[in-house]
Nanobody
Framework: QAQLVESGGGLVQTGGSLSLSCAASGRTYSTMGWFRQPPGKEREFVAVNFRKTNVYYADSVKGRFTISRDNARNAVTLQMNSLSPEDTAVYYC???????????????????WGQGTQVTVSS
């Protein structure tokens, strides 16, 4: 059974850092990314490692967040720095094998999702 399992969420103060990890089992993915869902809002794109090669970020996190991939462990990490209360959300890992570049920001383009991990940034 294919699974994506996130870890590393928690509570941090404004300006702090957190690192999220996502481990895939049962299936490998050419593309792995992160989305988030703030309270009362829709799920939104955060960052992606596209086809194990290129990385892309949402404008709101560019320069603060870094996505990295460990192909040997079939895992992806999101390092989040300079966090602000606007980053508070449930963060989801996603994997897919059919994505094209124009679809990386669409949640429905991904094949599988993790259960989510809460990130709360206090002011």
């Amino acid at each position: 059974q294919a699974q994506l399992v996130e870890s590393g969420g928690g509570l941090v103060q404004t300006g702090g850092s957190l690192s999220l990890s996502c481990a895939a089992s049962g299936r490998t993915y050419s593309t792995m990314g992160w989305f988030r869902q703030p309270p009362g809002k829709e799920r939104e794109f955060v960052a992606v490692n596209f086809r194990k090669t290129n990385v892309y970020y949402a404008d709101s996190v560019k320069g603060r967040f870094t996505i990295s991939r460990d192909n040997a462990r079939n895992a992806v990490t999101l390092q989040m720095n300079s966090l602000s209360p606007e980053d508070t959300a449930v963060y989801y890992c996603a994997g897919g094998n059919r994505l094209i570049l124009s679809s990386i920001r669409r949640p429905d383009a991904y094949d599988n999702w993790g259960q989510g991990t809460q990130v709360t940034v206090s002011s």
